[in-house]
């Protein structure tokens, strides 16, 4: 008779992200994942696979959550200048928050394994790319409604944008400081008018 598994899959899923977030997948062993999911080798291996798959349904956790945190940029209930503000302090804010200087886990994950994972780098390009598709709309209908009056291609815009968030979270893992990462938002937010 087979034996039932006596833990909550989401929450030792939320336990192993935890873990590859703070030390990074090369770093997190086997026992580390055991340790801190609270379960055994077998039932590990059993419900997740190897240490790579349970890699990659973490990772895919973690992008799945932070998309919908996301979802403001999609809404046009506020002028678009200001809904991307909001979004880009909230960023910002967020990255200096993190007493532990975690950083992202997407963007750790890239430094990490993107170039030797293809499978990690497909889902980091589908993360990029959905906050990029959101903010190249909203970015076009600021331009439409005329209170963006730069006349840059839009999805140009967003792809800067990304680029600056990411700035921002390498630089807040050194220098977490809100003099150190106003400038780039304050920079980027006035592109907008140029």
Same mark, same amino acid.
């Given at each position: 008779?087979?034996?039932?598994?006596?833990?909550?899959?989401?929450?030792?899923?939320?336990?192993?992200?935890?873990?590859?977030?703070?030390?990074?997948?090369?770093?997190?062993?086997?026992?580390?994942?055991?340790?801190?999911?609270?379960?055994?080798?077998? %039932?590990?291996?059993?419900?997740?696979?190897?240490?790579?798959?349970?890699?990659?349904?973490?990772?895919?956790?973690?992008?799945?959550?932070?998309?919908?945190?996301?979802?403001? /940029?999609?809404?046009?209930?506020?002028?678009?200048?200001?809904? /991307?503000?909001?979004?880009?302090?909230?960023?910002?804010?967020?990255?200096?928050?993190?007493?532990?200087?975690?950083?992202?886990?997407?963007?750790?994950?890239?430094?990490?394994?993107?170039?030797?994972?293809?499978?990690?780098?497909?889902?980091?390009?589908?993360?990029?790319? %959905?906050?990029?598709?959101?903010?190249?709309? /909203?970015?076009?209908?600021?331009?439409?409604?005329?209170?963006?009056? %730069?006349?840059?291609?839009?999805?140009?815009?967003?792809?800067?944008?990304?680029?600056?968030?990411?700035?921002?979270?390498?630089?807040?893992?050194?220098?977490?400081?809100?003099?150190? /990462?106003?400038?780039?938002?304050?920079?980027?937010?006035? %592109?907008?008018?140029?």
């Amino acid at each position: 008779m087979p034996r039932t598994k006596s833990f909550n899959r989401t929450e030792a899923l939320d336990k192993a992200m935890q873990a590859f977030w703070a030390h990074g997948y090369e770093a997190t062993s086997i026992q580390d994942l055991v340790d801190c999911m609270g379960i055994n080798r077998g %039932s590990l291996y059993d419900t997740f696979g190897d240490k790579r798959q349970l890699f990659l349904e973490a990772l895919d956790q973690y992008t799945h959550t932070s998309l919908a945190r996301g979802t403001i /940029l999609t809404k046009r209930d506020r002028p678009a200048k200001v809904i /991307l503000s909001e979004f880009m302090y909230a960023f910002m804010n967020r990255n200096l928050r993190d007493a532990e200087k975690r950083g992202c886990f997407v963007t750790n994950t890239a430094i990490e394994r993107g170039a030797k994972d293809t499978d990690c780098a497909s889902k980091i390009r589908f993360y990029f790319a %959905s906050i990029e598709e959101d903010m190249t709309d /909203l970015i076009s209908f600021g331009q439409e409604t005329g209170e963006i009056r %730069s006349v840059k291609d839009p999805a140009s815009l967003a792809a800067f944008f990304i680029g600056i968030m990411q700035g921002i979270r390498v630089v807040a893992k050194v220098n977490q400081s809100e003099e150190s /990462l106003r400038p780039l938002v304050d920079v980027a937010l006035a %592109s907008l008018n140029e």
